[in-house]
Structure formats: structure tokens, C-alpha cells
């Protein structure tokens, strides 16, 4: 979390407390002073403000704010309901249906199953959570803190230094529980085919530009095609590298393995830590933005890479 997240929470939580405060003292002051409808009218304003600060801080992406004003909205509403006979009688039946065997085992056999769903919902998006931490996105190489320069000195054709990184990572399990969500997209199922196993050796960038031996950021690519001489082009080949933007933001990077001229092309790219998959342009959660590009070079390595002993092979061709 942070530190700003962490910010907002305490501020949520504080205005929870103090606003909370201030309605009690309010109520135990003025409570004997107003007639009933005018402590019905501030009742219903002061519930609906609360609920619509709720909504507010729903919509500017505040969490923790808006269930602090709805809850605080809810509390007060139910609390104040709870002052009628009428609604006092209500709460009685209910607690005496709910009271019942029947209708007990009713509730537990319609609730459990919500409650798996909502289970099952929350490990997917937990595990979403962890992969987006690990993944190239468009706030660029993530996990920074775990990134280490390599001790390799990688260059462009031009001269340029490249930094390449590592990552101190070495949690097999979160990357089993990624990959297994990834291959039950809805969107993707039966549209990847899996090359290698996931791998924190190497981004998506790392694996075109290195071999899969290091980390690349995002936005040194358009200083290597540009010193690499890469051309864009409007029908690919076999090798040519794929980019996908946000934009003039780079995302993501990939390899073509596959172009008939029919127009049917095959990709492979690795997907932040996970494995490496063939897929079609569009199969991916990157962007639907991509452009070709070709070079006269040999392969895709940066100098520096290529001498005897370093290993390429992840970008030799899988037929």
C-alpha cells in the first residue's frame, strides 16, 4: 500500500470517527428542541448527504471514504428508522422468522453457495492484484523496489548503453496462481499456447532484446529501434518485432513466428514473469494498439549479448 493510500485511509477513517462524534453531540443537544417533522426533514438530508459523499468518493476512486460515509449514512438512517413502533415491530418479526428451523436451513443452503461465489471472486481478484505487481503495464516495469541493475553492459547498435536489470523474486507460487487465472480468461481460454513456463528472468522486452536473460524497461524500446535502424512496416514476416503502445507509451513487445499471405499471424511474446505463449496480435491484454517492425540485422539481441556462451535460443523459431 501506499504511503498516499495509507493517507486517505487515515483520513477516511478519521472523518468516520469525527463526523460520527459531531451527529451524536448534535442529537443529544438539539433532540429536545425541534418538532418531529423537522428532526424527520434534517434526518433524511443528513442520510442522503452521507450516501451521496459515499457515491462521490466511489467515483474519485476512494474506498475507504465512501464505505465511511455509507456506512456512517446506513448506521444513521437504521438507528433513526429503529425510533418507530412501527419499524421496531418489523425487526421483531424478522428476528422471530429467522427463528424458525425452516427457514434457517433455507437461508444456509441459499447463502452458501453466494458465499462460495464471493470466495472464488476474491481469490481471482486477489490474485490479479499480485499479478499486477510483477507485470509491464502502463505504468511501466513494475516492482521497482525488487529490480537490481545486471552487472552486463548492453548496447545498441549506435553505441547507447542499455541498462539491463534483475529481480530479486523468487516466488514460483504467486506465478502458478497468476498463470492458472490467466488460463481461465474467458477472453483467452483456448487462444494461448504456452512455450515456457513462467520466469522471473525476464519482461517481455528482456526476453526479445536479451535472449530472456534480463529485465528491459519499456521506455528504452524506441531508442533501440531507432539506433537499431528497425523500419516500420504494413505486412510482417517471420522475426519482425511487434510493439504495442498506449499511445507513444511502449506496453508491451513481441516476435512474429508466424505470417501466411492470407494475413494469418502468429505471435510469441512473454507476458511480464509468466511463461511465453504464441498468440494472435489481438489475443492479449495489452493494448489493441500494435505496429510491425523490421530491421536488416541478424536477430534482435543488443551488442554485448551476442558473443560465444550467451543464449538466444528462446528466440529461435518453435517449428
Known amino acids: 500500500m501506499s504511503t498516499l493510500d495509507t493517507y486517505l485511509n487515515v483520513v ?6 469525527v463526523v460520527g462524534s459531531i451527529l451524536g453531540l448534535l442529537a443529544l ?38 464505505a465511511a460515509c455509507i456506512a456512517l ?13 412501527q419499524a421496531r415491530d418489523w425487526l421483531r418479526r424478522g428476528v422471530l422468522l429467522v427463528a424458525r428451523p425452516r427457514v434457517q ?47 552486463v553492459t548492453a548496447l545498441t547498435d549506435s553505441g547507447t548503453m542499455v541498462q539491463l536489470f534483475q529481480i530479486q523474486e523468487n516466488n514460483p507460487l504467486l506465478l502458478e ?34 535472449g530472456g536473460r534480463y529485465w528491459v524497461r519499456g521506455t528504452d524500446v524506441d531508442e533501440i529501434i531507432r539506433e537499431n535502424e528497425y523500419q516500420q512496416v ?7 518485432l511487434v510493439v504495442y503502445r498506449n499511445g507513444t507509451e511502449v506496453l508491451h513487445t513481441a516476435v512474429v513466428r508466424l505470417a501466411t499471405p492470407e494475413g494469418n499471424i502468429l505471435l510469441e511474446s512473454k507476458w511480464g514473469p509468466l511463461g511465453t505463449y504464441l498468440h494472435t496480435p489481438r489475443d492479449q491484454n495489452y493494448s489493441t494498439e500494435w505496429t510491425y517492425h523490421r530491421s536488416s540485422r541478424l536477430g534482435h539481441l543488443l551488442r554485448g549479448l551476442d558473443e560465444p556462451g550467451f543464449s538466444s535460443g528462446r528466440l529461435t523459431p518453435v517449428w
Not at 35 to 45: T, Y
Not at 48 to 60: C, I, K, P
Not at 128 to 151: C, F, H, M
Request: hydrophobic share 45%.
Open 12 to 17: 477516511s477513517f478519521a472523518t468516520f470517527g
Open 29 to 66: 443537544l438539539l433532540g429536545p428542541m425541534i418538532s418531529r417533522r423537522q428532526a424527520i426533514l434534517l434526518n433524511v438530508v443528513l442520510v442522503l448527504v452521507l450516501l451521496t459523499a459515499g457515491g462521490l468518493s466511489v467515483w474519485a476512486d476512494l474506498p475507504t471514504g465512501a
Open 73 to 85: 449514512g446506513l448506521l444513521w438512517g437504521t438507528a433513526w428508522l429503529l425510533r418507530s413502533e
Open 105 to 151: 436451513a433455507g437461508l444456509l443452503l441459499a447463502c452458501s453457495p453466494l458465499i462460495l461465489v464471493a470466495a472464488l471472486h476474491h481469490e481471482e481478484q486477489t490474485c490479479w492484484r499480485d499479478l499486477s505487481e510483477y507485470e509491464t503495464s502502463a505504468n511501466e516495469v513494475t516492482l521497482q523496489r525488487d529490480l537490481v541493475p545486471a552487472k
Open 177 to 210: 496462481r497468476a498463470e492458472t487465472r490467466l488460463s481461465h480468461d474467458s477472453a483467452l481460454k483456448m487462444r494461448l499456447i504456452r512455450t515456457t513456463p513462467p520466469s522471473y528472468q525476464s519482461n517481455c522486452h528482456g526476453w526479445v532484446f536479451t
Open 234 to 240: 504494413t505486412y510482417p514476416e517471420v522475426g519482425d
